[in-house]
């Protein structure tokens, strides 16, 4: 959603993921619109994150916007919660963007200067600011994480001239919630105070205002995009 929408707003879109098809697919999908490339690595892995920023060195002298969005859960009952759940979710969600951040900061700071910073959106989740019911108990403590990240590296960036938001999304129809939803679909969209669940554009807007000039004022901010899950919690 957020790739889509940098690439039809005329923004040079670089994307990852570990499955090389599976990107390579987007990638070609949304170059239909403008210029998205793919390169596959796994940000789970110190490996797969250095990989990544090697090879963006090589392609490019700065990078404007890092959008950290690579996102896992697991689910078990409390009981049979298993330790290659709960540490699979906390490398994907937690480690992944702080080492990411770190391996790019050198063509971040090539981009940034006082009137325009360089931007780095983290996806979070109301899971980080709420408390689900699903038996996910890795999942909520990690988006928890991921925003308290945004604001200490804001707070140690910020000299640097790098922003560092978060953005906080509630029920969208992406793969991790497709199950969910199929399952489950009625009764969340009853749960959130707009009824329904968030659209593309929803997410794209929040990332473009954050990444445009409209952002470059802001940072170590969460902002939720959840339909007033978490601004109506308790009032409904």
Known sequence: MIAEGYVANGVKTYISSRKADACAATAARLSEEGEC???????????????LAAELKTREKQLDI???????T???PLEEFPEAGWDKVMDI????????????LPLLEAAANVVDPARVINIGSVDG????????????????????????????LAERMITVNAIAPGPFPSKMMEHTLKTMGEQIREGVPL???????????????????????????VIPVDGGIIACAGTL
């Open 129 to 156: 600011l709420n408390i689900n019911r699903l038996p996910t108990f890795s999942y909520g403590p990690s988006k928890a994480a991921v925003h308290h990240l945004t604001r200490t590296l804001a707070a140690h």
């Open 37 to 51: 490339i793919s390169i596959p690595a796994d940000l789970s892995t110190m490996e797969g994150i250095q990989a």
């Open 93 to 104: 969600n937690v480690k992944g963007p702080f080492f990411l951040t770190q391996a790019l």
């Open 195 to 221: 009824k329904r669940v968030g659209e593309p554009t929803d997410m794209a807007g929040t990332a473009i205002y954050l990444a445009s000039k409209a952002g470059a004022y802001l940072s170590g901010v």
């Open 74 to 76: 697991w689910g078990a």
């Open 66 to 72: 890092l959008v950290n969005n690579a996102g896992a």
